[in-house]
């Protein structure tokens, strides 16, 4: 069913967004079966978390690209590819190394020869393209390039005094995803800069729903199991904010974060005290701040642009940690 006929039978939502992506973008070509082993499925079941997560860097790009005056969706299917490729990318960057052994394991190899292949794929579907001078800035950022960690870790210190967290990816990709889209649609360049600070705090936003989701989640909408960053001993920002906490609580709950006891009743017990300790209640703060400026900077685009589906999207992260 075609948008527009879609449109008069009911109004829009993100749902609609995400699937006029997936419709444009078809099931992803993954270049390795490196990418299958770490997660990457060919195709993510529609409305699941992992659906989401595929198709909302291309919506991103296409409501960019639309906000910035573009009417076709094919003016800018290059750089939704491009951004699919660059998620690959920090997938398989941001994996463990292999455990044992002097030297590089064949697995480590399969990882390398991978990222070779999807970057050698993103060039090719920019080239020519003036949304390719993005792409160094994008890899040097996703590769943890120390200058660039540091600028950035000084920026989060200073906005919340707190720690910053190591993986800040999505915040990456989805500022490229929206700045690609605005280059693909000739936007002016305070037009691009305000659509890149959009992705940018959608990232994070993301980001923290995706850290909420893997403490509290429900288990039959997320498909993750219930309190599994904690059973894994993950150290994400909530987590760590309560760890950090100056509380008898935040004492206990490191003591118990040290240990490996992982029954029900002790996972439980942890993600009740990460709550008292503060880590939900700064997750919800920084969320909510994130959000509120990610539509901030929808406000400061002309009021003739069309920003209906980056704000669906907005919404719809807004909505998944609630």
Known sequence: MSTTVRSRERARTAADVLADARCVMGTPRRPAARLR?????????????????????????????????????????????AVGLLCDFSALHEQPP????????AEHAADSHARDMVLTRVVNELVGRPSSTVVARVLAALSNDPDRAAQQAAVE?????????????????????CEMG?????????????????????????????????????????????YGDIADRVESPPITVALQA???VARELCELYAGECNDTSTLHRMACMIELAGG?????RQLDHHLTTARECLSALSPSADTEDLALLTGMIAGRAS
Not at 39 to 55: N, R
Not at 62 to 77: D, L, N, Y
Not at 165 to 177: G, I, N, P, Q, T
Not at 197 to 226: A, C, E, Y
């Open 37 to 81: 082993s770490i997660g990457l499925d060919d195709a993510a079941t529609p409305g699941s978390a992992a659906g989401i997560d595929a198709a909302l860097p291309a919506a991103l790009v296409f409501g960019a690209a639309k906000a910035a005056g573009s009417s076709s969706t094919g003016e800018c299917r290059a750089e939704a590819a």
């Open 98 to 105: 292999a455990a044992g052994g002097d030297g590089p394991s």
């Open 157 to 177: 210190t200073a906005e919340d005094g707190t720690p910053a967290s190591a993986a800040r990816s999505a915040a990456v990709l989805m500022s490229c995803a």
């Open 182 to 226: 605005a280059i693909a649609a000739h936007a002016t360049a305070a037009d691009r800069a305000t659509l890149a600070g959009f992705g940018h705090h959608i990232g994070l936003g993301f980001q923290l729903t995706q850290d909420l989701l893997g403490i509290w989640g429900n288990p039959s909408v997320t498909g993750r199991p219930m």
């Open 246 to 248: 100056d509380s008898p």
């Open 280 to 284: 939900r209640s700064w997750a919800n």
